[in-house]
């Protein structure tokens, strides 16, 4: 092969290699072990004297050449490959770090209640967010037509033939276990419920509850027991002395019925805007189980006997950070989720 041709060919290539690789492969393909330069190189042994020592003196001539280039040729193309074009890029300038993702208050919340009953021994249950008609009232003592219906207004769903409606509370979920678990039992249910009203500072159309439920023999479950655990949980989850108290209050599915106000937590008792000066916070509805509510899953409530309980956990975690808008929950608003 003509030395000439082949150097002006291999300077072509050298030149049209756009990428390291593909200059790698050039250089095999001249350079190389088996390379059309090398060959060449290895062959001149067998030319006679004169002839060896022109070409000779040639061909290492064109070797150290194709080095040359090639080697400027990686040197740029290394270059474009660290180089950002036509900018004025400072490397040394600090980075920015990236924007971290953290828990909203809500989660929050949930898992303080989560730990602090699983400590009492409680297991985490959970129910669907659609409901029958049966687990949201009829199972709960609240038949058709009664009227303590009207304290859950609700959104119907319309399927085929059954009505489904999304959950007013957590209560269905206590049904929903006793049918598949026997007692003794200590269960608590947090999930998320709606309910159809007009939204303000202390309403919205869906938010969070945490069901309790515990079940055991006749006489073994007392509203003395509901106390003394309501007690530790509240002590716990705002880590504040906080004290208790009971009203009888109204729920179709417990007998007796009551209200749990603990001590403000804002002013400890003394009365502020957030106790409207009262020292107390309603906070918890109870009681114990009716009788109808264990006829319904099939216990006898002469045997068996317990307490229920369900608590706001947006109202919680208001009382806890002090936010006095529940809809800032929802409403996504950064300024307000990145204080938490
Ligand atoms: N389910 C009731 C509500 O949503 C709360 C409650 C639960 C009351 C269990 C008593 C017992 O208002």
């Known amino acids: ?13 050298i030149k049209s290699a756009q990428n390291l690789a593909e200059l790698n492969n050039v250089f095999k393909k001249y ?27 040639l061909a290492n001539q064109i070797k150290k050449d194709l080095e040359l280039i090639i080697q400027e040729r ?9 180089k950002i074009q036509n900018t004025d890029f400072d490397i040394t300038a600090p980075g920015k770090s990236p924007v971290l993702g953290h828990l909203h208050p809500l989660t929050l919340v949930r898992r303080k209640v989560a730990e ?50 999304l959950r007013t509370h957590t209560s ?7 049918e598949k678990n026997q007692p003794p039992l200590r ?29 055991d023999k006749k006489g073994k479950i007392t509203v003395a027991n509901f106390k003394a655990i309501i007690d530790e949980f509240f002590k716990g989850f705002f880590e504040k002395q906080t004290k208790i108290r009971l009203r009888p209050s109204y729920f179709p599915f417990v007998e007796p019925g009551f209200e749990i106000d603990i001590s403000c937590v804002n ?25 109808n509510v264990l006829k319904a899953v099939g216990l006898n409530p002469k045997f068996w006997q317990g307490f229920a309980f369900g608590v706001g956990m947006d109202r919680l975690a208001m009382l806890k950070y002090k936010i006095n808008d529940i809809r800032l929950f929802y409403s996504n608003d950064l300024r307000f989720l990145q204080q938490f």
């Open 172 to 178: 269905p979920v206590q049904i929903r276990y006793m």
């Open 31 to 57: 350079l190389g072990k088996k390379g059309e330069l090398t060959r060449i190189l290895r062959s001149l042994k067998d030319l006679p004297i004169k002839k060896r020592k022109t070409q000779g003196k």
């Open 267 to 291: 002013c400890l008792g003394k009365g502020c805007s957030v106790c409207a000066q009262t020292g107390w916070v309603e906070i918890l509805g109870a009681g114990m189980v009716h009788p």
């Open 116 to 165: 602090i009953f699983q400590s009492m021994g409680f297991t985490i249950v959970q129910g669907p967010e659609v409901e029958t008609e049966w687990y949201n009232f009829d199972a709960l003592n609240i038949p058709k037509e009664h009227p303590a219906r009207d304290l859950w207004d609700t959104f119907w769903l319309k399927p085929k033939n059954k009505k489904l409606l």
């Open 74 to 82: 990686k040197d740029k193309l290394q270059d474009a490959k660290y």
């Open 187 to 215: 269960i608590i249910v947090p999930g998320r419920i709606f309910r159809h009203e007009a939204t303000d500072a202390s309403h919205e159309i869906n938010f969070y509850q945490v069901e309790g439920l515990m079940i």
């Open 1 to 13: 092969m003509d030395l000439k041709k082949l150097k002006i060919t291999a300077q072509k290539d």
